[in-house]
C-alpha cells in the first residue's frame, strides 16, 4: 500500500472552486488518459468502479500559492501510473486555475483500529429515494458501517468485519457531479476491524465516487489533516 502526495504550485487563476471535487477528478483521469488511452479505459472501466481515490485539494499554512491533494490506491500499477502522469513540472488545470506540480512524495499509512478523519468526504445515496445520506438523515454510524462492509466484500470477496463505533461530523458539503447536485459527509470516527479490511478502505475510499474526490479517509496519525 503507498499513497501519493502531489504537491501543487499555482502559477495562474484563483484558488480552485470550493465545490471543485468533479473537477479534480477530471483533471487527474485525463491526465492518465494524456499517457495511455488504454490504461485509462482499464480504470474507467474498472470493476470496482476506480482503481484510486482523492483526497480534496488542501492550501499550505502561509504559502498563498502552495497546495496539495493525496491518490490512494492498492495497485503498484496506478502508482507507476500517476507517477508519470503527475511527475514534477507536469501542469494540471483544474476548472480555471492552473498549476504546476512541484513534487510527487510517496506515503505509506499506517494502518490499525483507531481514530479515521475524511480527506474528501464521503458520498452515500440511498437507492430507494436517490437522496444524499448524511449525517442528520439518522443512525449515520450503521449506515456507514454497511456501506464499508459492501465494499469489503465486493474488494476482497468474503463478509466484512469493519465496526465504525463512533462518528463526529465535521461538515456536510454540497457538490455538484455533472450538473446534479449531492450532499457528502465530513468527520472523524472511530473505526476497528481486521486490518486487512480498514487498509482496503484507506487505499480505496468509502462510499461512491472515489475517484472524483469523494470518501478518501486517512488514519489521523498519518498527518495531512485539516478541518477545512
Known amino acids: 500500500m503507498v499513497h501519493l502526495v502531489v504537491g501543487l504550485t499555482k502559477i495562474e487563476g484563483v484558488d480552485p472552486p470550493y465545490n471543485h471535487n468533479y473537477l479534480l477528478g477530471s483533471a487527474v483521469y485525463n491526465k492518465i488518459n494524456s499517457i495511455s488511452e488504454e490504461a485509462a479505459k482499464v480504470l474507467h472501466d474498472s470493476p470496482f ?41 507536469v501542469s494540471i488545470s483544474v476548472g480555471k486555475t492552473s498549476f504546476i506540480v512541484h513534487t510527487v512524495r510517496k506515503d505509506t499509512p499506517i494502518v490499525v483500529p483507531g481514530e479515521y478523519v475524511t480527506l474528501s468526504p464521503i458520498l452515500l445515496r440511498n437507492k430507494e429515494t436517490n437522496q444524499s445520506i448524511v449525517y442528520d438523515s439518522g443512525d449515520y454510524c450503521n449506515i456507514l458501517q454497511n456501506a464499508s462492509n459492501l465494499q469489503v466484500s465486493k474488494y476482497l470477496k468474503k463478509k466484512g468485519s469493519v465496526r465504525i463505533l463512533h462518528f463526529e461530523p465535521i461538515a456536510v458539503r454540497k457538490r455538484t457531479i455533472e450538473r446534479r447536485t449531492v450532499l457528502a459527509q465530513k468527520g472523524r470516527f472511530i473505526m476497528d476491524g481486521p486490518v486487512d479490511e480498514l487498509r482496503m478502505l484507506v487505499d480505496y475510499g468509502i462510499g461512491l465516487s472515489p475517484g472524483l474526490a469523494f470518501g478518501m479517509i486517512v488514519p489521523t496519525e498519518s498527518g495531512g489533516y485539516t478541518d477545512e
Not at 482503481?51 to 485539494?57: F, R, T
Not at 499550505?60 to 514534477?88: C, H, M, Q, Y
Open 49 to 89: 468502479r476506480t482503481a484510486y481515490v482523492l483526497s480534496e485539494i488542501y492550501r499550505v499554512p502561509d504559502r498563498p500559492n502552495e497546495s496539495w491533494f493525496r491518490i490512494g490506491t492498492g495497485d503498484s500499477r496506478v502508482v507507476s501510473l500517476f507517477e508519470k502522469a503527475l511527475a514534477p513540472g
